[in-house]
């Protein structure tokens, strides 16, 4: 998980003057609006017995703890503590952490981190956002699930004619052609061409005005730390999809998604819309799910890749970088059970006897350490 960056952790319409938990990088902050409208967000443990403020009550710009009533402001002081005589000064240390917000996009961003405004990276641009030709829909699934495979997987345009069927892709015609990486420090792009679905439903109306093209075009991007649009090219119109992947722990995401739609855009489509975003999120699931390691591995070489995982591989190689700036957080070597977290082993097949310089290059290794003798 990455520190430094601008994490999207709420719906900008959730967040009132009622306190709300809202987890991310596997720890609990409080949301709460001032009476100038502004979000706060500071850490929801409380520094005297460690209370969650969540629990507690706002009035005007104070967050009081439901346990013994200390009050803090926005910016996480703590100005009130009813047990002390009013001559009694507040303890300078009675303080929590206090995170920079922005609502943007309709989601409330809170900066995760300790950099000073100018170094922090840019939150990523929605132009679709307040654009009247858009219409946007706002969906959220938990899966158990780490967030970058749930990440990674919003960028994988290969898996999409298996697991989605014929909603992007052309399951008869699977191919991906080689596609250019746009890269910036913090984003990645490209244009990938797919075969069309099959002509029926949709296509099937297109395939009656004119020529039903070769190929699709499927705009897909990742900006740091966990945001990933999906831009699809329907014969009525344009599909965008902005996937935020938050981490709630190491082993489980809440995925939040924006929407935007070009055709049917009356308030009358928004529950159709919202189902079909959900039955994707229900199809990749299961398949998240039960990815093993559970967590991304470190190392590149630890997991196969072809030409059509660039974009996974421009993430991983980035994060590579970030990690020896000193931006991960949370123990690399967290194992719960007996499950593999980063890092897979294989039981050897006779295979591996079989090709003695094959078994040496395997990806996945075996147990008992693997070459044959
Ligand atoms: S735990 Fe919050 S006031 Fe005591
Ligand atoms: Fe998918």
Not at 196 to 213: D, S
Not at 304 to 323: F, G, W
Not at 324 to 341: F, I
Request: charged share 25%.
């Amino acid at each position: 998980m990455l520190k430094n960056f601008w994490y999207a952790v709420e719906f900008a319409s959730k967040v009132g003057t009622e306190p709300r938990r809202v987890v991310c990088l596997g720890q609990n902050f409080v949301l709460f609006r001032t009476e100038s409208g502004a979000v706060s967000c500071l850490s929801d443990l409380c520094v005297h017995r460690g209370g969650a403020l969540s629990m507690g009550t706002v009035s005007g710009d104070l967050i009081t703890c439901p346990y013994h009533g200390w009050q803090y402001n926005s910016g996480g002081v703590c100005v009130r503590i009813p047990a002390n005589a009013p001559e009694r000064n507040i303890p300078r240390k009675a303080r929590v952490d206090a995170y920079p917000t922005v609502e943007r996009y309709g989601m409330v961003w809170a900066f995760l981190g300790d950099l000073p405004e100018e170094q922090r990276p840019p939150i990523p641009e929605i132009p679709q956002w307040g654009d009247p030709a858009f219409r946007a829909v706002e969906v959220e699934m938990e899966l158990d699930a780490n967030y970058e495979r749930t990440f990674e997987n919003v960028v994988d345009a290969s898996h999409t004619p298996f697991v989605h069927g014929t909603a992007f892709g052309n399951p008869d015609s699977p191919q991906i052609p080689d596609y250019e990486v746009q890269q910036t420090d913090w984003s990645a792009e490209a244009d990938i061409k797919m075969s069309p679905p099959p002509p029926k439903g949709l296509w099937g109306l297109l395939a009656r005005r004119k020529e039903r093209p070769e190929y699709v075009t499927v705009t897909n991007g990742w900006y740091l730390p966990n945001v990933v649009k999906l831009h699809v090219r329907l014969p009525i119109g344009d599909l965008i999809l902005y996937d935020f992947n938050i981490p709630l722990s190491q082993d489980r995401t809440l995925v939040k998604i924006l929407g935007f739609r070009s055709f049917f855009t009356g308030a009358w489509a928004d529950g159709n819309a919202r189902k079909r975003i959900e039955k994707i999120l229900l199809q990749d699931r299961p398949v998240v799910e039960s990815q093993r390691p559970e967590l991304l591995p470190f190392d590149l070489a630890d997991e196969l890749h072809v030409r059509s995982d660039a974009l996974q591989i421009a993430y991983r190689r980035r994060r590579a970088q970030l990690i020896e700036d000193g931006w991960w957080v949370g123990d690399s070597d967290v194992v719960t059970g007996d499950s593999p977290h980063r890092s897979a082993t294989v039981i050897a097949s006779p295979v591996r006897r079989e090709n003695p310089e094959l078994a040496s290059a395997w990806v996945h290794k075996t147990r008992n350490g693997g070459s044959p003798q």
